[in-house]
């Protein structure tokens, strides 16, 4: 799981869950969060979800060029 400060403040983070090896994400926030810490969490418990078999729901197109 990658967390990357990717805008500008009040909410400039999110997180996304990544393949090891392969650079495009496999899931990515619908949300931007106001801190590192708080899109970590956010990104956990995804990352959970997901190890449970279960899928995260997949991002928008719209949410792919954010």
């Known amino acids: 799981m990658k967390v ?9 983070w999110l997180w996304s869950i ?3 090896g392969q650079p495009k994400h496999l899931y990515i926030a619908k949300n931007r969060y ?4 708080e899109a970590w969490e ?5 990352l ?3 190890e449970r078999g279960r899928r995260p729901p997949r991002p928008t197109a ?4 954010k």
């Open 34 to 37: 106001s801190s590192a810490q």
């Open 4 to 12: 990357q400060r990717l805008a500008r403040p009040p909410a400039p």
């Open 18 to 20: 990544h393949v090891e």
């Open 62 to 65: 719209a949410q792919h060029s």
């Open 42 to 46: 956010a990104g956990r418990k995804a």
């Open 48 to 50: 959970i979800v997901l």
